[in-house]
């Protein structure tokens, strides 16, 4: 089965410093990866994927995202937090062609 | 656009009572409709998915008899909680898809359900 892990369940950063939340995969095949964002009482926001071509990844808000097959990691980052970046976020994982796994979930806080 | 509702936002109920819970697309035909529970300060855990006009595929232990689902409409998908009790209480968020797959999925702002 495809599987992701987030080893932090937070993260503390001050605002303008780099941010980044760790996510590591485990699948058979090549990975389709997806990073989420969940603010209080709204959705979930799709902030990148990859699927196939350059390791490095731009998506949304300004985060990015690098796929590493070596240390098969999809660590997202944001070279300058914001205070609004506060969230929870989750990486994901595509299991098949009608199921996303995700990992536990990352809360983020960023402080001015 | 891509907004995804959900109706209502926060329910409590008795146990032993049946409580619906609404996925609609606001602005887009959704193919697909994800339903989806997530405990508190834990992952999104995938319940099941649905096609407009098809029955729903559950996955692995969850009770098809306990939560049903009707996707109706190209946009709108019902999840009903049967004979609810305490254990069942959790968040429930849905996600559409105008195409089959779940690379692009829109997701609701989820429903807080409480069973007393």
């Known amino acids: 089965a495809q599987s992701v892990a987030q080893p932090e369940d937070q993260v503390n950063v001050a605002e303008g410093n780099p941010l980044t939340v760790k996510c590591t995969y485990s699948v058979s095949g090549n990975p389709y990866l997806f990073w989420y964002v969940q603010y209080p009482n709204r959705g979930l926001q799709f902030l990148l994927k990859?699927?196939?071509?350059?390791?490095l990844v731009k998506g949304s808000y300004g985060f990015e995202a690098e796929f590493n097959k070596s240390q098969t990691s999809f660590h997202l980052k944001k070279p300058s937090a914001l205070v609004s970046d506060s969230a929870l976020y989750f990486c994901a994982v595509r299991e098949g062609e009608n199921k996303l796994s995700f990992g536990a979930g990352t809360t983020v806080t960023v402080r001015a | 656009g891509a907004v995804v509702s959900q109706h209502p936002s926060w329910v409590i109920c008795k146990s032993g009572t049946s409580v619906k819970i609404e996925c609609r697309s606001l602005d887009f035909q959704a193919t697909t409709m994800f339903w989806y529970r997530q405990f508190p300060k834990q992952s999104l855990m995938l319940m099941a998915t649905s096609n407009e006009g098809s029955k729903a595929t559950y996955e692995q232990g969850v009770e098809k008899d306990k939560f049903l689902i009707n996707h109706a409409s190209l946009t709108l998908s019902t999840l009903t909680v049967t004979s609810a009790h305490p254990e069942d209480s959790s968040f429930y968020i849905c996600?559409?898809?105008?195409?089959?797959?779940?690379?692009?999925?829109?997701f609701g702002p989820g429903t807080r359900l409480t069973v007393l």
């Open positions: 990859y699927i196939t071509g350059d390791n």
């Open positions: 996600s559409a898809s105008p195409w089959s797959g779940v690379d692009t999925q829109y």
